[in-house]
Nanobody, 123 residues
């Protein structure tokens, strides 16, 4: 069972930037896909972005061109660079991983999550 720890959230003004990090308890080389989800107040958790072992990436339409996902295998860390943040990006952001799927599944697939990191975009 992998343990996940997200960090890097905070309070930013609209148009601001943050970089989120996700560290894992085992080598990320084991995972075919890693990704980010978010959950806004009163809403269901939703997919945000993913990256495969081969470096292919995908994003939900609402963040394309603003967010960038990356992974550093040497540091066993997944990142999400958030630029041009908007108030609707306010949410708790979570990471998760899978050893074999080609893309990130619906969040209901996972039983285990980290504590998440809060991103608040407000002036």
């Amino acid at each position: 069972q992998v343990q996940l720890m997200e960090s890097g959230g905070g309070l930013v003004n609209p148009g601001g930037s943050l970089r989120l990090s996700c560290t894992t308890s085992i080598s990320i080389d084991r995972f075919n896909v890693m990704g980010w989800y978010r959950q806004a107040p009163g809403k269901q958790r939703e997919y945000v972005a993913h990256i495969t072992r081969g470096g292919s990436t995908g994003y939900v339409d609402s963040v394309k061109g603003r967010f960038t996902i990356s992974r550093d295998n040497a540091k066993d860390t997944l990142y999400l660079q958030l630029n041009d943040l908007k108030p609707e990006d306010t949410a708790v952001y979570y990471c998760n991983v899978h050893e074999s799927l080609p893309t990130m599944p619906h969040p209901s697939w996972f039983d285990d999550w980290g504590q998440g990191t809060q991103v608040t975009v407000s002036s």
